[in-house]
């Protein structure tokens, strides 16, 4: 099956810093990715996802790009904020019925 | 507001004893999913189903069941069977049909055990 790997597992920033977590993915045929932010007691939510017929999508200050080649795809976060710490998640998917989830990271934005 | 209800937040478990968690949404979604979250570990995927009355086993689906009588629930039993059953569990949901789409989850429920 498909294993996805998340680094790094925690990083620390100074506000208004950029934030930048990668994940690589095994399988080929993988063709769409959401990043998920989970902050403590509550359930992941979707930030951002990217399907595999496009290289680079952003939204506001959160960019994901994603590169088929050599399968990886990173989460970039720019001007971070307090409220952006969190840990987040990577996926993958090949049906889009399984996913299969990173190890996630905690980010730490210091004021 | 359209989402999904997990309860109870908090649950304890005692020795020999079956738990269930209830998993409720109100999206209209056609799959909905089960995944256990421990330290470091990411999210496992337990069990999923794509329709009311059918489900399929995950990668760590040994001492859990569920049931799909309704499509807006999906409850999940945490068996005698399963040894180490403290963990973070969450349910989601997905839309099927319109090419890849997120899965929404819930806020989770935290089982620990007596």
């Known amino acids: 099956g498909e294993n996805v790997e998340q680094h790094p597992s925690t990083l620390s920033v100074q506000e208004g810093d950029s934030a930048v977590i990668k994940c690589t993915y095994s399988?080929?045929?993988?063709?769409?990715f959401p990043w998920y932010k989970q902050e403590l007691g509550k359930g992941p939510q979707l930030i951002i996802d990217?399907?595999?017929?496009?290289g680079e999508k952003k939204d506001q200050r959160i960019a994901v790009t994603l590169n088929k080649t050599a399968k990886h795809f990173s989460l970039h976060i720019t001007e971070t904020q307090p409220e952006d710490s969190a840990v987040y998640f990577c996926?993958?998917?090949?049906?889009?019925?399984?996913?299969?989830f990173g190890t996630g990271t905690s980010l730490t934005v210091i004021p | 507001d359209g989402g999904i209800t997990q309860s109870p937040k908090y649950l304890f478990r005692k020795e020999g004893q079956n738990v269930t968690l209830s998993c409720e949404q109100n999206?209209?979604?056609?799959?909905m999913y089960w995944y256990r979250q421990d330290p470091g570990q990411g999210l496992r995927l337990i069990y999923y189903?794509?329709?009311?009355?059918?489900?399929q086993k995950g990668d760590i689906a040994e001492g859990y069941s569920v049931s799909r009588e309704k499509k807006e629930s999906f409850p999940l039993t945490v068996t005698s069977a399963q040894k180490n059953p403290t963990a973070f569990y969450l349910c989601?949901?997905?839309?099927?049909?319109?090419?890849?789409?997120?899965?929404?989850f819930g806020d989770g429920t935290r089982l620990s055990i007596l």
């Open positions: 990217i399907r595999s017929n496009v």
């Open positions: 989601a949901s997905r839309q099927l049909g319109q090419g890849n789409q997120p899965q929404h």
């Open positions: 189903s794509q329709i009311v009355n059918d489900f």
């Open positions: 999206l209209n979604h056609d799959a």
């Open positions: 399988d080929s045929a993988s063709n769409y």
């Open positions: 996926a993958a998917s090949i049906t889009g019925n399984q996913f299969y």
